[in-house]
């Protein structure tokens, strides 16, 4: 798009202007989108996988699992010796590069330095050094480990370590075990966990209270055994029960494990488990072994660990919907292989790791993913477009298309919580993250319920029909009373690392007004008040979102940090500007929000003409806050909010939305 273009979007009251323009916009958008898509030589399916930020986090974890193993394994030949010390040395090289100026480090190169992340560097890097037997080759230097130990004290050290996550003991239990681990802390300061209860069915975890959600069990069994086995032991009858249980519990870590070793495909969460392991004289084990292959095999080039191998299910989804959202859409990038890779994602057993039935989706085609309430509905999205793109002569694949989006629904009727709300992982845990409702999944769950009536009609089975009916009421009461005074929703999955308590109510009043707009939705009070939210905190920039840390980060890497136009900082981000366009489009394009889309329109344009639209903005958390940003974001984002604009203005009409039709009897009261 050209600047004179540019200007003519932002002013222009020819709606053919407009429309040339965007469409030339959505097309830079489209190609950059497809470009990133996986190569058919290496990938037939040719679907998209991604690329997760290296973490800090992540790469001190997997430092401090490798060198405990070093320290504690006898058993190791000198070639495994070496491989893990040169991990190890690759590792704290990248953390040394990653220090921020406050002395501390955050979960990603982009992110704030927190307590977190910055004591289990400091654990990683002892480690190291006693791996090393010496401080030149794998620590830090001294200037280095006085400035992150400062931070440390300023932020309040292990009394500050506990109020960041409150009464959530999933991820501080952990971090104090790894210090532990590391000789920072006394066992004592760590506190027992039940592992006894793992021998129990899953269907009974939350009628014993665990202290941490469904998807850490692995780290409960393993460091609650290091903390049994390494702290003061606790008095008979329970220390009695708690040793006959240490086999039977250390064949649940087997069973839950996947194939390729890592719990979840997640670093953290495998690290966790195979040093308290190693630290307990067990790295021999094989469940050990297998987390080791997992940290080895899932290095990146230059010595760090992602949070998690990809999300490549999640993003080919989110691809998919948004290629297909454009009106022009010629629906070639939709090949045969990618139909079959969709649907082969599905989970067709129930699951080891959370004892979910068959039906749902995981984020990843790898072995470590596990099905939840947001992937499964991004799923189902994805197969209706592939629905409509069927032709008549290809009977079965349509009726295979048919029969998972049956599976997917009938497992996301089976998940919603009782309070109307879609959980993460499980329903009926409680209050703990993932596994509560939350408005992100929920809004997710009721547009692929809502599209899958709306593509099936009466071919769906009156009984299944009538529960859809009855999920869609229910989801939309707890969106309804989940709406702020202000008139945003916060999500659970998104966050802002510049806004108090890092909430993102960007991200969340966009995604329901998706949702909004797709159930017919577009002129009401809370649609109104959710408008006026966002309008009223648009950036002089254009855009939405982002904040202090963004507009430094762009300067520090040279790229464009001011609008040459108007001289304002861009401050945006990409992401965040390309969900509340798209939620904003959803529901109209009347009069009082036409300028702010269209200043959001040009501010998408110009990220990409500028080269900011390969630069992800760490806006995605991971689970106990801990940040992520992934490349794919961008491009997927801001094609879905373009084609958004498009369809709902129509060809040449920049005055309202075509009409969308509610589907499954299922009608928001908002």
Request: neutral net charge.
């Amino acid at each position: 798009m050209s600047e004179t273009s540019l200007n003519r979007v932002s002013t222009a009251e020819d709606g053919a202007v407009v429309t040339s323009s965007l469409r030339e916009s959505l097309d830079r958008w489209r190609q950059e989108l497809l470009t990133q898509r996986l190569d058919a030589a290496t990938a037939p399916s040719q679907h998209w996988e991604g690329q997760l930020s290296p973490s800090a986090l992540s790469t001190a974890t997997a430092v401090s699992a490798l060198a405990t193993v070093l320290l504690q394994g006898s058993h190791l030949n000198a070639s495994e010796r070496q491989r893990y010390a040169e991990r190890i040395d690759q590792g704290i090289a990248y953390l040394r590069g990653s220090q921020n100026e406050d002395g501390g480090f955050g979960d990603t190169d982009r992110s704030r330095s927190n307590i977190a992340t910055t004591l289990l560097v400091l654990a990683a890097e002892r480690l190291a050094r006693r791996v090393a037997e010496t401080t030149d080759q794998a620590g830090f230097s001294t200037s280095q480990r006085i400035a992150a130990e400062a931070y440390t004290e300023r932020e309040g050290s292990w009394d500050g370590l506990r109020r960041r996550y409150g009464k959530d003991k999933t991820f501080v239990v952990p971090i104090l075990s790894n210090c532990a681990i590391a000789g920072m802390v006394d066992w004592q300061q760590v506190s027992p966990l039940p592992f006894e209860a793992a021998v129990f069915p899953q269907s009974m975890y939350r009628f014993l209270r665990m202290p941490v959600v469904s998807y850490a069990i692995p780290a409960l069994v393993a460091i609650g055994q290091a903390r049994f086995l390494l702290g003061s032991p606790p008095l008979a009858p329970l220390r009695w029960i708690r040793r006959a249980a240490l086999n039977r519990t250390t064949r649940v870590l087997r069973q839950m494990q996947p194939e390729s070793g890592g719990y979840l495909e997640a670093t953290p969460l495998t690290s966790f488990v195979l040093m308290s392991l190693a630290a307990t004289g067990r790295s021999g084990e094989p469940v050990a072994q297998d987390c080791l292959r997992f940290l080895v095999d899932s290095v990146l080039e230059d010595g760090s660990w992602p949070i998690d191998t990809n999300l490549a299910t999640f993003v080919t989804s989110l691809a998919a919907h948004a290629l297909a959202t454009d009106p022009a859409d010629d629906g070639r990038w939709r090949t045969a292989p990618l139909m079959r890779w969709h649907l082969h994602c599905q989970h067709r057993r129930r699951h080891p790791f959370t004892g979910a039935e068959p039906g749902g989706w995981g984020w990843t085609d790898l072995s470590g993913a596990v099905p939840d309430g947001d992937d499964t509905p991004g799923a189902m999205l994805a197969l209706v477009t592939y629905r409509r793109g069927a032709g008549s002569g290809e009977a079965d694949r349509r009726a295979a298309i048919d029969q998972a989006l049956a599976d997917g629904c009938d497992w996301l009727l089976q998940l919603q919580n009782r309070d109307g709300g879609w959980p993460t992982f499980c329903r009926g845990w409680g209050r703990l993250p993932f596994d509560r409702s939350s408005v992100d999944l929920t809004a997710h769950a009721l547009r692929a319920l809502q599209a899958y009536g709306d593509a099936l009609g009466e071919q769906i089975a009156p009984r299944r029909r009538a529960a859809m009916a009855r999920a869609l009421q229910r989801g939309w009461r707890f969106v309804t009373k989940t709406q702020r005074t202000d008139g945003s929703w916060l999500p659970l999955w998104f966050g802002n690392q510049d806004r108090p308590d890092d909430e993102n109510p960007f991200y969340g009043t966009g995604r329901v007004l998706v949702a909004l707009g797709e159930a017919g939705v577009t002129d009401s009070p809370g649609v109104r008040e959710a408008c006026g939210f966002l309008l009223a905190r648009q950036n002089p920039d254009g855009g939405w979102g982002g904040g202090p840390t963004l507009a430094d980060w762009l300067a520090r890497e040279g790229l464009p940090a001011v609008d040459r136009e108007t001289g304002v900082a861009i401050t945006s981000s990409i992401e965040e500007t390309a969900v509340v366009l798209e939620g904003l489009a959803a529901v109209g394009g009347e009069r009082h929000l036409r300028a702010s889309i269209l200043a959001g329109i040009r501010f998408l344009d110009q990220a990409h003409r500028e080269g900011r639209h390969r630069t992800p903005w760490p806006i995605g958390f991971y689970f106990a806050k801990l940040w992520y940003h992934e490349r794919l974001y961008p491009a997927v984002f801001a094609t879905a909010a373009l084609a958004r604009v498009l369809k709902s203005w129509g060809a040449g009409d920049t005055e309202g939305p075509q009409e969308v039709r509610p589907g499954a009897r299922g009608r928001p009261d908002l």
